[in-house]
């Protein structure tokens, strides 16, 4: 596989449950060129900011470069990384519960298994929090993740 028909995405959700507030951060690198995607919200949690991360940087993807790339996505959050191998189940459920109630995030979890039909995406569960210098992989989660907590800091420090 040649470099070229890679596209490398690192995503990480941040959230402040005595705010509800949460913020989420992609990275996206191709061809050693990156681009930086954030958004916050109010009344959130740690889950959507993680989904919405990984959402909208396959959006991004889509919109600016197509369908026909390997999608490698690193991620620290293990709810993101199991939503392939409970795909099945949810479905099966229709996104219900044991009791009937719909899960939390539906329409995102929906939204993010459509995406991912329609790409070649691999995702890694990589180790938060590492120190700077382990690995190309660790020091783009980092970033990641230090942008997105210096978002939601950033709102805590003006609330």
């Known amino acids: ?8 995405l690192f995503t990480d959700g941040s959230f402040e449950p005595q705010i509800t507030y949460g913020a989420w951060v992609a990275l996206i690198l191709k ?3 990156e681009h930086i995607l954030s958004g916050e919200s109010e009344n ?10 990984v959402i909208q940087g396959l959006n991004y993807i889509i919109e ?9 996505l690193y991620t620290d959050s293990e709810y993101v990384e199991k939503l ?17 109630h719909p899960i939390k995030h539906t329409s995102d979890i929906k939204q993010f298994y459509t995406l991912e039909e329609q790409l070649s995406l691999t995702i890694t569960q990589v180790s938060g929090h590492q120190k700077k210098g382990v690995s190309h992989i660790s020091d783009c989660n ?18």
């Open 1 to 8: 596989m040649k470099k070229t028909d890679t596209i490398e």
């Open 31 to 33: 061809n050693e060129k």
């Open 44 to 53: 959130s949690s740690q889950h959507k900011m993680e989904l919405q991360a």
């Open 64 to 72: 600016n470069y197509g369908y026909k790339y390997n999608i490698y």
């Open 84 to 100: 392939l191998q409970r795909k099945e189940k949810l479905t099966r459920n229709k996104y219900l519960t044991k009791k009937g």
């Open 142 to 159: 980092r970033r990641v993740d230090k942008l997105a907590r210096k978002l939601v800091k950033q709102k805590r420090k003006n609330s």
